[in-house]
């Protein structure tokens, strides 16, 4: 039996568990919702356009502030990795910013930049930088010392060896660090969004709640869940493995 096959088998049969608890449960449709309810609110609201429009929204938000907290990790891992004096003062403070939750910043984000689509992007960044950092600092050291005395043997220094020699070995790490980090910022824009408002996902789990409507409320979260998994398992996983088959960790399929 496949792996797919499996979780095909266990997908279906917690889906009849569901239909049929929720059928003969004593609570009302508002607290526990039928499956085929909650389908239904799913379907609709893809049509509809109002799950759809919610997903561009956080889709967007997402993607630019994983992107700054990529480019910013990277960068400060590089100098911590490189200069002494930073890994002793910044890498510190980041190693303490790291074990901060992302929301906890959601009240100097407001104030800072009121509530609006900024404070959630800067949660969202903030969600993954420090991740970010800490990994591509942990690559950046594991790189063997062996390849960087040879590349330096050859006349390597400077950008060409950062970009021929550092980055390149560590990327493997850095991986990893991007998959972390990827986590914690989805968490963070749900998070945002549910507190702050500005559409998305979040603010659609947050009507949901207010309204009363759980199958609305458990939409949102089959997507989320949905979304999730596509990422980590279709972007991520794949390139881990493409990687490992380059590095020769992985033999091909």
Do not use: C
Not at 71 to 98: C, M, P
Not at 138 to 144: D, L, T
Request: charged share 10%; aromatic share 12%.
């Amino acid at each position: 039996m496949t792996t797919a096959l499996r979780r095909i088998i266990f997908i279906a049969a917690i889906a009849v568990i569901w239909e049929v608890t929720s059928r003969f449960s004593s609570l009302p449709d508002f607290m526990f919702p039928s499956l085929t309810q909650v389908l239904d609110t799913l379907f609709n609201g893809l049509i509809s356009g109002q799950i759809t429009l919610a997903i561009g929204k956080s889709m967007g938000r997402i993607l630019l502030g994983f992107t700054i907290a990529i480019v910013v990790g990277l960068i400060l891992g590089y100098f911590i990795w490189r200069y002494k004096l930073v890994e002793d003062t910044l890498g510190f403070v980041v190693t303490a910013l790291q074990s901060i939750p992302s929301i906890v910043w959601f009240p100097l984000a407001i104030i800072w930049f009121g509530l609006n689509d900024f404070s959630i992007l800067f949660i969202v960044t903030i969600g993954a930088t420090w991740t970010m950092t800490v990994n591509a600092t942990s690559g950046f050291k594991n790189v063997p010392q062996l390849y960087q005395r040879v590349a330096k043997v050859y006349g390597s220094s400077g950008f060409h060896f950062l970009r021929t020699v550092i980055l390149p070995a560590s990327v493997p790490q850095i991986i990893s660090g991007l998959r972390i980090a990827w986590a914690f910022s989805w968490r963070a824009l749900m998070a945002g969004e549910l507190l702050g408002g500005g559409g998305g996902l979040g603010q659609l789990l947050e009507m949901g709640r207010s309204l009363g409507q759980m199958d609305l409320v458990i939409s949102v979260m089959i997507i989320i869940a949905i979304i999730g998994t596509i990422v980590d398992n279709v972007v991520f996983s794949r390139l881990e493995r493409s990687v490992e088959v380059k590095w020769g960790i992985r033999g091909r399929a």
